[in-house]
T-cell receptor, first 112, second 116 residues
């Protein structure tokens, strides 16, 4: 186990709704990254948070947003859900300056 | 644009055999190359990683071979076991100017099946 926990495990939403996913990072880790993994694909980087600020963003629209809290936990928010947003959303925590990222088990989002 | 290309897409080996998965990258700024193992319903788990200052790294039955000039790296699983059956992802990253970790760029994955 990596010590990275994500909630909820599964989520079903309808198109147009909004969703919030949560992540608790491994103890002592101060950087959180979010990835989207479509079925049969590798994870795609959404964004990273460090010191409660966005520290890099992948090719995702602004309706994907996030937060990092003082205890280093994080949220991923997605507005105006689309069918293509159906995927496994992964959170990874790491220490600043270290290359290793540890992943949680993910949240499976289904958009109907 | 896919910056990390992984092959094969799927691989079947017999128990005790050697599994080999290959990756190629384009961005010469990459300086960290991890391999992740993912079982169904689980998140990716770090298996082994290498930096470009070495050509090979071995941990147990898992070995990474790295060819900087060819911009290629590979994972070798010796004495493959049925429990190794999973999806394997290569990845690459580089630190941004701020010194914090930056994104991991993943390959598309290889589904490994080890037959008993």
């Amino acid at each position: 186990e990596t010590g990275v926990t994500q909630s909820p495990t599964h989520l079903i939403k309808t198109r147009g709704q909004q969703v919030t996913l949560r992540c608790s990072s491994q103890s002592g880790h101060n950087t959180v990254s979010w990835y989207q993994q479509a079925l049969g694909q590798g994870p795609q980087f959404i964004f990273q948070y460090y010191r409660e600020e966005e520290n890099g963003r992948g090719n995702f629209p602004p309706r994907f947003s996030g937060l990092q809290f003082p205890n280093y936990s994080s949220e991923l928010n997605v507005n105006a859900l689309e069918l293509d947003d159906s995927a496994l959303y992964l959170c990874a925590s790491s220490l600043v300056g270290r290359g290793i990222q540890y992943f949680g088990a993910g949240t499976r989002l289904s958009v109907l | 644009q896919q910056q990390v290309k992984q092959s094969p897409q799927s691989l079947i080996v017999q128990k005790g055999g050697i599994s080999i998965i290959n990756c190629a990258y384009e961005n010469t700024a990459f300086d960290y190359f991890p391999w992740y193992q993912q079982f169904p319903g689980k998140g990716p788990a770090l298996l082994i990683a290498i930096r470009p200052d070495v050509s090979e790294k071995k941990e147990g039955r898992f070995t990474i071979s790295f060819n900087k000039s060819a911009k290629q790296f590979s994972l070798h699983i010796m004495d493959s076991q049925p429990g190794d059956s999973a999806t394997y992802f290569c990845a690459a990253s580089h630190e941004n100017s701020g010194g914090s970790n930056y994104k991991l760029t993943f390959g598309k994955g290889t589904l490994l099946t080890v037959n008993p």
